[in-house]
């Protein structure tokens, strides 16, 4: 398969149609769940998908190392590249690299102030001009609405997508009907789109909790192989 084949037939199209053409720039995203279920994978796809099309991401990891961030896009890489065939996928991976910056941020020692003054200095003195953010491993428990609004606000103004994970306490109830996690609450206004996943027996269901202004859960025709944890159409 060639690269422009894998961008039409990938299973990315169909998360982005369901959420009305996927993030708009300025816009935010969180896929949400317990631990362990699959939300950096998901990014990752998210991301390579946008590097495929040619674009740029940056993405924010508030794990300790970097390491942990390369070796999930290693290995997506390789699984996509593998069941779908890729030709020229070394030559395809190198040009991948090209467009992704890795940073590396400890929430308890850095202010919303100062990341985005470090993606504002990427993008605009290094010339690095991002299309999306991937943000993950960033505790929204631990954060502020003002901090989320800042964020929103450099969205905005540079025309970026950003797209957040987000862990929900395992002992943590939906507070409505819509799903909502509580942990996301005091964010909602400033959030866009709210995926859901959730794991059953053999698979991992995505839901969509929030889409703009709509808050009725709607499940998605996707899943998430939890062999290979690559998104596929349910």
Known sequence: ???QELIQRSPVR????SIHGGLKAGEIGVIASKKGVGKTSVLVQIALDKLLQGKKVIHVSFYQHTDYVIAWYEDIFSEIAKKKNLEHALEVKNDLVKNRVLMNFNQDGVTSEQIIRSLRAMII????KADALIIDGYDFARSTKERIAAIKDFAKELHLEI????????????????GIPQVLQDYIDLLDIIVLLEPKQD????????DRTVLNPTHLNLKLDIKTLLIAEA
């Open 1 to 3: 398969m060639v690269k």
């Open 14 to 17: 169909v998360f982005e149609k």
């Open 125 to 128: 003195d290094g010339g690095f």
């Open 163 to 178: 797209w957040y994970s987000c862990n929900i306490n395992p002992d943590e109830s939906k507070i409505d009907k819509a």
């Open 203 to 210: 698979y991992v269901e995505f839901s969509v909790v929030k």
